[in-house]
């Protein structure tokens, strides 16, 4: 989790911030530090993940973490520096649910304006049925379409993507779905 | 531009914040506050834009602030809080060059782990040639294939995507570029 702070005190020198319009031709109120001149901003945050299949089935990890604890998502985490997106979304795959992959193509992108992220979800071939939870999962399982606990999924994005998801293989075809959720 | 700044100091209290991995779980290093608890993240931003088309040409941007002043550019800039990807990418067509667009499909994402950013491209057809560009722009003008300065554009993400549009427009097929450069 990583929770949004609001901005009081500069991070370069300390001194409280005024929340204002910068001089700096921009239009939008900032955190603007009085001291150092510094501009500190608020940006969205991406989380990446991936829909990861074995023999059809559909990997979800029973969540061990607050929010949803207990709830079922898709193996997803926030994006860090230093990293791809697609590195970013098989590193939270291996964390969340240890099971090696073959990363695939982006298949959903939905921005969540209310909560200031992106979500991006990629296809993923998964190369055994070995399974090695980490300590944010309680339980990773297969799930076939039919078996998918729909009243019991953690995020409306987990809920979206499988459901693009199962309705493009039905089709034959895998698009990319850009999205929002106000 | 948004430049990073080193966390030295807690946003929330004041206080000089440790750098070291929290108790929470967490593996990697980030900037915790001995006094109040907060833990404070740095994660990569978006940038968002387009590809404006009119008849075939494309429209780039000259850049009138640094980095990069002079150079040409895709109208693009970081996303911002409160809205969408496609909205931020309307809305820096809007302040850049200001023409009105009809907003297309995602075309390319492009990773920048070593300055911790993402850059996405959307295409777009302008509704007329009218251009209005804003004080961030010295001139925006409509390039066909053959006119664009290729040794005068501003970063590597805008001559990518250029790339790889006026590639793909000669196969009749758009696709989804998903890139990282190193
Ligand atoms: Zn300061
Ligand atoms: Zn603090």
């Not at 995020?155 to 698009?175: C, N």
């Amino acid at each position: 989790m990583q929770p949004r702070h609001t901005i009081n005190y500069c991070r370069v020198c300390g001194h409280a911030v005024e929340h204002r319009v910068p001089d700096d031709g921009d239009s939008r109120i900032r955190a603007v530090c009085p001291a150092c001149h510094s501009i500190q901003y608020l940006n969205p945050l991406n989380v990446v993940g991936t829909i990861p299949v074995w023999e059809g089935k559909v990997l979800l990890c029973k969540r061990n973490i607050e929010p949803r604890m207990g709830k079922w998502t898709l193996p997803a985490g926030f994006m860090e520096l230093d990293e791809t997106t697609t590195q970013g979304a098989a590193r939270e795959t291996d964390e969340e649910a240890g099971v090696q992959i073959d990363m695939g193509a982006l298949f959903s992108i939905i921005s969540l304006p209310r909560v200031g992220q992106v979500h991006l979800f990629y296809r993923a071939d998964m190369r055994s049925p070995d399974m090695h939870p980490g300590p944010e999962t309680q339980e990773a399982r297969l799930f076939a379409e039919a078996d998918i606990p729909w009243s019991e999924l953690a995020f409306r994005t987990t809920q979206i993507t499988l459901e693009r998801f199962f309705s493009d293989r039905q089709h034959g075809h895998y698009g990319l779905h850009d999205l929002s959720i106000e």
